[in-house]
């Protein structure tokens, strides 16, 4: 008996400790998209009377959307659409409309801060809550712009920080979304990471499953404040804001790309109109347009002006809805360095992300053909470790966006920890008349086959080490040429003067 009960203690105390949540058995739903709950159909004037009639009778809860010469547009259940189509009665589903018809409290939301968090948010919506938060929180947002998209709509940048503090050795990480319009769920995950690092709850986790007990919640006081005292986080918002627009006003095909309907994440300069037939297009028309030429379009234009000056050392761009973290190089036939430092950060930044799918995130590189995209733009030139995450879900209804958006919550904040955290080289150089410089730097103990450059960061050039805690550089600036080396297992921060001597 005694033994048995050992036995047992022993077996339970193994799924204890052993048992790792699983997406099943928390929450989970392949339900990730707009039409998967809602149609838009359209009825002939002629035939209104009869489908008022008919809905009734059936207690159809139906809504009207809109209104044109000929027809009445409403919007309705999937489960009630398909209730009404085995009647005698002339439906049709609209292919293409605003998605302000599916999402049509939109409207509603907007008189207030409070309810417009509570939901998908168009451009207005956006610019309210950033600058409502920057009106809040003084010493930690400022707002830059950087500047006007071709439908005059401002391209602002998030500097979010203690401003009040002036910690020299403070690292500079980027964040964005809205590449793609359309993608209302990567404004989402940005939100919510100002909303918990300045201390604000947007979600109310308590109001979500029951077992969403291991969740990220809150970020304690003492943690944000180390976070903002040693990060300058840089944020665009909305890359994108005319294809935002159009996506909630327009067509829901029309938000994907720009106002001149280029398709910006394949526009940057680098691999711009690469051989692949499959990676991006020259016809104005497609999905997947490369643009005019490399870098033709304003919003890529800013951003890479802005990290030319500012740079970054870790960079998220945000897309949905593969569910996976892509790591650089993304286009095809470019090779990492060897070690391969974006791998090997990757694997720590996926830890305790949670999907809300039944497949939880991975790790991807080469997901699909691309060329011109800013993750390898940011990689190759200015030596910024840039990920893609493509959150989990499209477009669902905003009570199970919830879940993803609290899902992703484990990705951004590792990668915050991992740039106060890990161990690192900063270097700032000096010349002979102790002005600081920018040499030219190779490094020797890798395999590179890009190129890649190393931007600096206010004078200071910033190197994590990754698996490889030895670096050896070659530093080149005027006639002098210096080799130096250094094994690190923390933060070494040195100055280095090039003088002639
Ligand atoms: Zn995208």
Redesign the pocket.
Known sequence: MRFILILILILSSCTLTTKKRTTQEVFSTEKIHWYQYYQIIKISKNNYNNFINLIEQKSIEIKKVHVDSSYVYFKISHYDYHNLKQENLSIETVQDFPFIWWDNDLTLRKNSLKTMIEGYKDYESITKIIFFLKEKYPQWIRIKELGKSYNNKSIYLVHLTNHQNNNPYKIPVYFNAL??GN?LLTIEYILDMIFLLLGESNIDINQLNSLQQNSLKAIPLQEREVILNNLDIFIIPVVNPDGLDNFWYKSIHKG?KNYRNVDL?RNYPIYWNSSSLEASSSLVESYKFRGFSPGSEKEVQYIINFLKNDSCNFAISY??YANKILIPYTIEHLWNPIPDRALYFAKKILQNSFSYRAKNYELARKLYAVDGTDQDWIYNRTGCIAYIVEGSMNLPEYSVAKYSIIGLRPIWYNLLKIALEEPRIELEFFDNKNQPIKPDITINNYYIFEKESFSFYKNRWIFYLGPNKKLDITIKYKNIEKNLQWECLDICREKIYLTNI
């Open positions: 590449h793609h993608e994907r994440n897309h949905t």
